[in-house]
């Protein structure tokens, strides 16, 4: 059983074919849950996939999600020149592999890692797989600094905010290492250095610290964290490094925020991923891992494969996948360069502050963030509005747009917001239409609450 399995599919149930799709004599139905029996002719095949896929929503007026939605069609045309190409074939496909190191390059001198050649990373499926590898990476590395002092190595912990993105709950428990969260409170819904240190001790790999949280798109104070640590240090306490998962931050920071000191600046950050196909500008599955330094990456997780009648090292969970996200991610740092980013990101950051300002403006919404971190900020509804903020998300799907309703996490779950994730392609037009349709909507909420208001007050009464 799949693991999204869909209960109401019977065992023989079939997919009708458009009458003018099949010519007469074929086919007519083709089954959904088993393999067919006989091939169909291609163009039929492409209809009915197509055709099935209208159902997912429109990728552009999806305000959920941080993946990229949209490139030009050279990058498009590229993607499709080397979707046949696999990435872990350097010996076939060694300019592949070329243009990989380059984006390590120019990842590993963007977020300041030091020295001309420092800075050691590679791609990976997303930033999930990059949390995998870093996370090992911080592992084995206390790992082998306990057993040289002679302790014992049984009980690794992580440091974190509850805020972080699920990779992290998954790394601590495909590999064993207790997660350690801080929880949120009052008006603080990410790490602080004041909450993390109290959670470090002998046993703990490292700190996460996310740049830019999903839950409200906040940045975390690295530095302020790492700091932090480093007074531990001197006090005597364990020496803990920092990683940081900048999945969003790690390309947006870098080109509107350059003062912000966040990355290998900071001595303690051995670390950093982010998600090529997020703010990165690349179609989905496509993240980055990169090392301060050859130290901070035991040599013992690196494996060699071919390579032009040599030897490349790699690190990665998968073996096989198309290189065609990383030939896309050159494509873009050479097309845009520092100076279209910062354009990119800019216009990004322009449209969620022109955006939350309005929403603020409305009247039943408070926000908790304005996108002046990432483009990225959530609200929630006055409590006495008389409708929830999952009455206002499902008012706007019906106009198509998703905006997604959430709780946070403990120990302000009692808080529920909405959240909106400002991407390259969300014009400023756009936003104004979002914000008239929220404003008619508000408008019927508030109407229908009110309508129901003399009935409640009623049936309170009544009990
Ligand atoms: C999206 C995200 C992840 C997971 O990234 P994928 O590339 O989707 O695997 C991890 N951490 C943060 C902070 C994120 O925003």
Not at 1 to 21: C, E, G, S
Not at 61 to 69: D, E, K
Not at 165 to 171: D, I, N
Not at 425 to 453: I, M, N, P, T, Y
């Amino acid at each position: 059983m799949p693991l999204h399995h869909r209960a109401h599919d019977a065992a023989d149930a079939t997919i009708a074919i458009n009458p003018l799709y099949a010519r007469p004599g074929e086919t007519q139905t083709v089954p959904k849950l088993h393999l067919p029996q006989g091939e169909l002719p291609p163009e039929l095949a492409y209809q009915i996939v197509h055709d099935e896929l209208m159902l997912d929503g429109n990728a552009r007026l999806n305000l959920a999600t941080f993946v990229t939605t949209w490139m030009e069609p050279q990058a498009q045309r590229l993607m499709d020149e080397s979707l046949d190409k696999n990435v872990i074939d350097k010996d076939e496909y060694p300019q592949t592999a070329e243009l990989e190191r380059r984006c390590v390059h120019m990842l590993a001198g963007l977020w300041h890692a030091p020295g001309a050649h420092a800075g050691v990373g590679c791609s990976t499926t997303g930033s999930s797989e990059a949390a995998m590898l870093a996370g090992l990476a911080l592992k084995w590395r206390w790992r082998q600094r306990r057993r040289a002092a002679g302790m014992p190595v049984d009980k690794p912990n992580l440091v974190m905010g509850i805020n972080v993105q699920v990779c992290w709950e998954k790394f601590c428990r495909y590999w064993d290492v207790e997660p350690r969260y801080v929880p949120m409170e009052g008006e603080r819904r990410h790490l602080t250095a004041e909450t993390a240190v109290p959670l470090c001790d002998e046993n703990t790999i490292g700190v996460v610290a996310v740049l830019g949280s999903t839950q409200d798109g906040s940045y975390e104070p690295v530095a302020a964290i790492a700091a932090a640590l480093q007074q531990l240090v001197t006090s005597g306490g364990p020496d803990v490094p920092v990683h940081v998962d900048a999945a969003s931050g790690g390309f947006i920071a870098p080109f509107i925020q350059p003062d912000l000191v966040w990355d290998f600046r900071i001595d303690r950050v051995v670390s950093i991923n982010t998600s090529g196909h997020k703010y990165g500008l690349v179609y989905p599955g496509v993240g980055w891992v990169i090392w301060r330094d050859r130290e901070a990456l035991p040599e013992d997780l690196i494996f060699n494969v071919n390579y032009l009648g040599g030897s490349m090292p790699t690190f990665a969970l998968n073996f096989s996948r198309s290189g065609a996200n990383v030939i896309a991610q050159y494509y873009q740092l050479l097309r845009l360069g520092f100076e279209g980013y910062r354009r990119v990101q800019q216009a990004c950051q322009d449209t969620a502050l022109h955006l939350s300002a309005q929403i603020a403006k409305l009247g039943p919404f408070k926000l908790l963030t304005d996108g002046s971190d990432l483009p990225v900020f959530a609200f929630t509804v006055e409590p006495d509005a008389g409708y929830s903020v999952y009455d206002v998300s499902d008012a706007l799907r019906k106009r198509g747009w998703q905006v997604p309703a959430y709780t946070l996490c403990a120990n302000l779950e009692s808080i529920s917001v909405l959240r909106v994730v400002v991407r390259n392609g969300f014009s400023r037009d756009l936003a104004d239409l979002l914000v008239d349709d929220l404003k008619r909507e508000v408008s019927l909420l508030k109407h229908h609450a009110a309508a129901q208001q003399p009935h409640a007050e009623r049936q309170r009464f009544h009990h």
